[in-house]
């Protein structure tokens, strides 16, 4: 962040914002306003570059063919490696995770390079799709509450060495591999299968996005209280017997 001013880019909105995920790109920039925070806001289509002085990249979740070409269009463009570099954060959410990875299953049927990014590999699985509601504990490590999103998803997503699980299923199918892992994180790049929107329904974790673009321990409080009454509204309704 310089300049004083905190920049959101959401990445290719026409490609990649599916189940609402453009409410994640809603949610961090309400957040930051909340708190005084200058912020400037630059929705990025496919057809124009993604620009490297970004403090935040979102990118959300999208059909097979618009994944591949997302994919290609970020691995020509280049821009979002630089921005990484520069230490810029990026949250993915499920084709968008898949797509940071290092590859995936396109709608060809062919494997796919993604960038990168994220030391993980997806396939395509040949079980029942993972659908429903989800709840996780987030790595203790990055201190937030349990994860409460939904996951529709057919990708089975296995960790190499360099990437952490984001969060430990106790509800649902996650990374879809059955070793309870969810979404993968590195130091500054992040991946989840979670929709809702996620950010709405986990507003802490919009929260560490911006303490890690401000390089800050704590943020000044706000009234959360809607986002507690949704949140526990969804923690009930997954813990519901089927």
């Known amino acids: 962040m310089s300049d004083n001013q905190l920049r959101i880019v959401w990445v290719y909105p026409d490609l990649l914002s599916t189940y ?39 990118i959300g979740g999208g059909e097979d063919r618009p994944q591949r070409l997302a994919a290609e269009r970020l691995r020509r463009d280049g821009h979002l490696y630089r921005a990484v570099e520069n230490g810029a954060i990026v949250f993915s959410v499920c084709a968008g995770y898949q797509i940071l990875g290092q590859e995936f299953v396109n709608d060809l049927g062919q494997r796919e390079p993604g960038l990168g990014l994220l030391d993980v590999t997806t396939v395509r699985g040949t079980g029942e799709r993972c659908v429903g509601d989800v709840l996780a504990d987030i790595d203790s490590r990055l201190g937030l509450p349990p994860l409460t999103g939904f996951e529709n998803h057919q990708g089975v997503t296995q960790l190499g060495p360099t990437a952490r699980p984001f969060a430990q299923v106790r509800i649902g199918r996650g990374n879809g591999t059955g070793d309870g892992t969810e979404g993968a994180y590195n130091d500054t790049v992040f991946g989840t299968y979670m929709h809702g929107p996620v950010l709405a329904r986990n507003p802490q974790v919009a929260d560490l996005l911006l303490k890690l673009a401000l390089d800050v321990n704590a943020l000044p409080p706000i009234d959360d209280h809607w986002y507690e009454a949704l949140r526990n509204e969804r923690i009930a309704a997954a813990q519901q017997p089927a």
């Open 20 to 58: 609402g995920d453009q409410g994640n790109v809603l949610v961090v920039e309400r957040r930051a306003r909340q708190r005084g925070l200058d912020v400037a806001r630059m929705d990025v289509r496919s057809d124009q570059p993604i620009p490297t002085s970004g403090d935040i990249y979102l």
